[in-house]
């Protein structure tokens, strides 16, 4: 009886994978880690389900990061890393128009190619999130400085610009993440709108706001009070 001999094909699937490499395991427990964290949280996230994503054992995730809290860290040190170089890169703009507008635009391309990324940002835990409001304070203290620049010049009072740094980075901010669930309109109509709110709602700003309603209550309220302490007391 003639017995068969393995064929190359036989071989090739019997050969065991290529081992990865130190560095290459470790970029890809990065990569899982970083979905099952956006997905469900650090909380919800265990290192059993990280390894069993990645195909490995538990404690080769515990040797290349220590535990979970060493692995969420190293996730969000390299999501902010990359966040910040987008940003930075916006902020080199010697205009303070295209400065505004490439802001914009960098947090939402972020958020485009990145988004689980972005999730963990701004609904992780205490770690990511203040990570993220760190870098909303970098961008707020840019707007400040712009407006401080701006308002001297329109002869508004500069002590007023760091609440509108708050008010115009935080709806940037928030704009930015109602669009990452909506993914309407393109994030370069988003930005643009986001501009022109931002920049012509500038250039009209009044020096001496008013609230409307307020001046005409404090009006009637003066109209109603009596000259004289007398006339206010009850007739016997």
Known sequence: MAVSRPTKSDAAVRAPRARMTAAQRR??????????FAERGFEGTS??????????????????????????????????????EMVTASLSRTSS???????ALALLTYMEERTDG??????????????FSSLLNDAISQVEHILASEFERRDFDP????MYAQALVGMVSVTAQ???DV????KEVVAAHLVNLCWNGLARL???????????????????????????????
Not at 97 to 103: H, L
């Open 206 to 236: 009044n020096a001496n706001p008013r609230l409307i309603a307020v001046e005409s209550a404090a009006k009637r309220a003066s109209a109603d009070t009596p000259d004289d302490e007398d006339d206010a007391l009850p007739a016997d």
């Open 47 to 84: 290192i059993e389900e990280i390894a069993q994503r990645a195909n490995v054992s538990k404690p080769i995730v515990y040797e290349h990061f220590g535990g979970k809290e060493g692995l969420y860290a190293v996730v969000v040190d390299r999501e902010m890393e990359t966040l910040l």
């Open 159 to 162: 002590a007023l610009a760091p």
């Open 178 to 180: 109602w669009w990452l």
């Open 118 to 131: 972005f999730r963990i940002l701004v609904r992780g835990d205490s770690t990511a999130t203040g990570g």
């Open 27 to 36: 970029a890809q427990l990065i990569e899982v880690a970083r979905g099952l």
């Open 183 to 186: 993914r309407e309109p393109s």
């Open 97 to 103: 128009f295209m400065r505004i507008q490439q802001v």
